[in-house]
């Protein structure tokens, strides 16, 4: 097995979290390949572009937190093969294990003792007038949000061709069922499993209590468009990541992408039991 690994460098412990990393794959008989920018905070030599690890690696390694592995899932671009996030700090909800078990994730990398779980991504595509249209991939959520002038948003949501709803909020989100544990969720959204073939639309803050969130299947086809013709530009934004400013006559189409994300999964480690940690609840484990 041979291993390509990005870090975060602002993360407080990354560092010295690969270097435990290198030599614990080292010790297990695991090639391993850094990301051109952590190799340069190493002052290694031999990194590559994280867009070429799909050619030359078997498993990306992802040391941070979950923001640094939606950072990392656009720099790898098309990789199909597993990734692994490894947390430093905080459980996170796309988390493979911690940095004091790097030992054992080491060891099952080398053995093959993993598995891995399938996540949905979305698939964007923003039309602006005048402009080509600009594809985007999403793990989490897209978000459409008020701009400059701090008006609320104003949209025309529609399902299939037909017409869903007309929002007046803060914004929008659409998340996929991993991106229900992250900004959704914090807007009132739903939690989802991973493996159910949904995405949920949450309103953020919207004008009438009677707008809540809807999971809807992941089947459908999602436009959103500005019902004001005057309407202030809004921000749109994937990830977290890549943000755009959005006129009045812009289109949004949203859409179950054909790729996958794979996120590799130490055993007896399951959703269930991150949602147990990471929010604290409490009840038997058997």
């Known amino acids: 097995?041979?291993?390509?690994?990005?870090?975060?460098?602002?993360?407080?412990?990354s560092l010295p979290a690969l270097d435990v990393l290198c030599k614990a794959l080292t010790a297990h008989g695991c090639e391993?390949?850094?990301?051109?920018?952590?190799?340069r905070l190493t002052s290694s030599d031999g990194g590559?572009?994280?867009?070429?690890?799909?050619?030359?690696?078997?498993?990306?390694?992802?040391i941070g937190g979950d923001g640094t592995m939606l950072h990392a899932f656009a720099k790898l671009m098309d990789f199909a093969k597993p990734v692994a996030g490894i947390n430093v700090g905080r459980l996170?909800?796309?988390?493979?294990?911690?940095?004091?078990?790097?030992?054992?994730?080491?060891?099952?990398?080398?053995?093959?003792?993993?598995?891995?779980?399938?996540?949905?991504l979305l698939e964007v595509v923003?039309?602006?007038?005048?402009?080509?249209p600009v594809l985007f991939y999403a793990l989490n959520e897209i978000t459409l949000a008020r701009g400059e002038t701090g008006r609320l948003v104003s949209l025309h949501a529609h399902v299939d061709g037909e017409l869903l709803n007309s929002y007046r909020a803060d914004g929008l989100i659409v998340a996929t069922p991993t991106g229900s544990t992250a900004y959704s969720l914090s807007a009132g959204g739903p939690l989802?499993?991973?493996?159910?073939?949904?995405?949920?639309?949450?309103?953020?803050?919207?004008?009438?209590?009677?707008?809540?969130?809807?999971?809807?299947?992941?089947q459908a086809v999602i436009e959103l468009a500005s019902h004001e013709?005057?309407?202030?530009?809004?921000?749109?934004?994937?990830?977290?990541?890549?943000?755009?400013?959005?006129?009045?006559?812009?289109?949004?189409?949203?859409?179950?992408?054909?790729?996958?994300?794979?996120?590799?999964?130490?055993p007896d480690r399951t959703f269930y039991q991150a949602l147990r940690q990471k929010l604290r609840w409490h009840g038997s484990a058997n």
């Open 126 to 132: 923003v039309a602006r007038s005048g402009q080509p």
């Open 48 to 62: 590559v572009p994280a867009e070429q690890f799909a050619q030359q690696v078997d498993i990306a390694a992802v």
């Open 32 to 39: 391993f390949l850094l990301e051109e920018e952590t190799a």
């Open 229 to 266: 013709n005057e309407c202030s530009p809004m921000l749109f934004t994937v990830d977290g990541r890549d943000s755009l400013r959005i006129g009045p006559d812009a289109r949004i189409r949203i859409r179950k992408a054909q790729r996958k994300f794979q996120l590799l999964c130490l």
């Open 192 to 218: 989802i499993s991973p493996s159910a073939g949904v995405f949920v639309i949450t309103p953020i803050c919207p004008h009438s209590l009677s707008q809540r969130s809807l999971v809807l299947t992941d």
């Open 1 to 13: 097995m041979k291993v390509g690994i990005l870090v975060n460098p602002h993360k407080a412990g």
């Open 92 to 120: 996170g909800f796309l988390t493979t294990c911690q940095e004091h078990e790097l030992a054992i994730f080491a060891e099952a990398v080398a053995t093959g003792h993993f598995t891995t779980s399938e996540r949905t």
